[in-house]
């Protein structure tokens, strides 16, 4: 581990005893590295000549090189046994296949929200019934927001298709309010509940909200404008936001006693499950994969 330097030619005409490894002249480092043993090929040896000096550090030079060459040499063939023994292969593989796991679960969920599916027949089959006098969007202008708060006043246990929301979620105090509040609440986080509103000539003629994991609630639609499939395509809109957000169903609840309301979702496919609790009264939960 010396350093080794010589001096320049220029300011020493002869080499001899002026080539220095750590301060101490070349000879004398040779001659301690003799009695170790580190010349093993070569043995102890003075140097002799005029340029002794200089041909002692090209051999100790030479010397330094081989040994650290067979080092790199002896660590490389170790790595590869603890590869081919697999101390270090089992590590990496099983972190390489975590890795890969998490990715391919990554492009499935994308590829699942982009693809388009039941939802979209269900549209596409309506549209090409050239029924279409209505368009469902999110509601987005005061005067949107305003109509759809007038359905929620003007509802009934006989025109809601599912259980009304409570308070908290759309201000039945005072509607406008409430779906004023989660529309500012949906411009600042993708976690908010979006409001799904149809539109025709008449103004909105039905509406429904949908939280982020596909929880239907509040589907209202004007009396006038049933059967019309207004509430089939309110559904669909809903089912694509919930699919595009990362819900993997869409549910609801329904009264036992809404008839209705249980036939309608039994025709888009909804799975009907038993009563249970909710809101503190019985329901009936509905559940439709995505």
Known sequence: NRRITCQPAMACPSFTGNCRAGGQPAHTLFARLARTGFFTSFGPRKPSGK????????LVASQVMRRRSGFMRHRAKHRAKANDAGTDGPKQSRGKAIMQDLWMKARQDIQRRETPGWEAELAARFK?????????KE???????????????ARDS?????????????????????LGLMRAYSALSADAPLTAIATSDEGVIGMAQVKKDGYVQNLVVKPSSRRKGVASQIICWCATQSRRRGATQLWMHVEPGNE???????????????????????????????
Not at 128 to 136: K, T
Not at 260 to 289: C, D, M, S
């Open 158 to 178: 006989e025109d809601m298709t599912s259980i009304p929301a409570d308070d908290s979620d759309a201000g039945d105090a005072n509607p406008f309010l409430g």
């Open 260 to 290: 209705p309301a249980l036939n309608f979702y039994r025709r888009l496919g909804f799975e009907v499950g038993e009563e249970e609790i909710y809101k503190e009264r019985r329901a009936v939960r509905l559940t439709k994969h995505l």
């Open 128 to 136: 090409a019934s050239d029924c279409s006098e209505f368009e469902v």
């Open 139 to 153: 509601a987005s202008g005061v005067d949107e927001v305003w109509g759809a708060s007038q359905l929620l006043t």
């Open 51 to 58: 340029h002794g000096g200089a041909a002692t550090c090209l």
